[in-house]
């Protein structure tokens, strides 16, 4: 009986030692993280939508595009950036002319989707206001660089449109 307890007692403080022994099963690797569109694709995918774009900036994770469009000269910011590849863009522009005004600008937003400004104080005192248009695009795993396609277009109709109306040609 003795020994038939010591075999218990031994099997009972034994059992997590040898559970401990035995190597867990390893868990499955995490997927690697999307970093987003290499650089280069969307400077290019500019380039084919008829825009011209001076070379990057980058500060930091983020990598700055300026962009000339005909008569509006805007930037596109790259965030998040790493290891030469970001996944997501913000088109930005700042018109100035008479009609930059918070009451213009907030009925200009009404208006429209997905472009939105806001008002900005003049630079110096006495100049006129500011309009600043701003659209956030994120990028999306697969769907590579024509992925900007519609985005370009939309950006390039309404910051136009805004541009117009802050500041009507004569």
């Given at each position: 009986?003795?020994?038939?307890?010591?075999?218990?007692?031994?099997?009972?403080?034994?059992?997590?030692?040898?559970?401990?022994?035995?190597?867990?099963?390893?868990?499955?690797?995490?997927?690697?993280?999307?970093?987003?569109?290499?650089?280069?694709?969307?400077?290019?995918?500019?380039?084919?939508?008829?825009?011209?774009?001076?070379?990057?900036?980058?500060?930091?994770?983020?990598?700055?595009?300026?962009?000339?469009?005909?008569?509006?000269?805007?930037?596109?910011?790259?965030?998040?950036?790493?290891?030469?590849?970001?996944?997501?863009?913000?088109?930005?522009?700042?018109?100035?002319?008479?009609?930059?005004?918070?009451?213009?600008?907030?009925?200009?937003?009404?208006?429209?989707?997905?472009?939105?400004?806001?008002?900005?104080?003049?630079?110096v005192?006495?100049?006129?206001?500011?309009?600043?248009?701003?659209?956030?695009?994120?990028?999306?795993e697969?769907?590579?660089?024509?992925?900007?396609?519609?985005?370009?277009?939309?950006w390039?109709?309404?910051?136009?449109?805004?541009?117009?109306?802050?500041?009507?040609?004569?």
């Amino acid at each position: 009986m003795k020994r038939l307890a010591l075999a218990a007692l031994l099997t009972a403080l034994a059992g997590p030692a040898l559970a401990q022994e035995v190597p867990a099963a390893s868990a499955p690797a995490a997927p690697a993280r999307w970093n987003g569109l290499p650089v280069a694709d969307i400077t290019a995918r500019l380039l084919a939508a008829g825009l011209t774009v001076a070379p990057p900036r980058a500060n930091a994770d983020r990598v700055y595009l300026l962009v000339d469009d005909g008569p509006v000269r805007w930037v596109m910011t790259l965030f998040s950036c790493t290891d030469g590849a970001c996944p997501d863009v913000q088109f930005t522009a700042v018109f100035s002319g008479p009609n930059a005004t918070p009451e213009i600008v907030a009925r200009w937003n009404g208006d429209r989707r997905f472009v939105k400004a806001f008002h900005a104080l003049p630079e110096v005192e006495g100049g006129e206001g500011q309009a600043v248009a701003q659209f956030d695009v994120l990028l999306s795993e697969g769907g590579g660089a024509a992925q900007l396609d519609d985005p370009i277009q939309v950006w390039r109709s309404l910051s136009l449109d805004l541009g117009r109306t802050v500041n009507p040609a004569p």
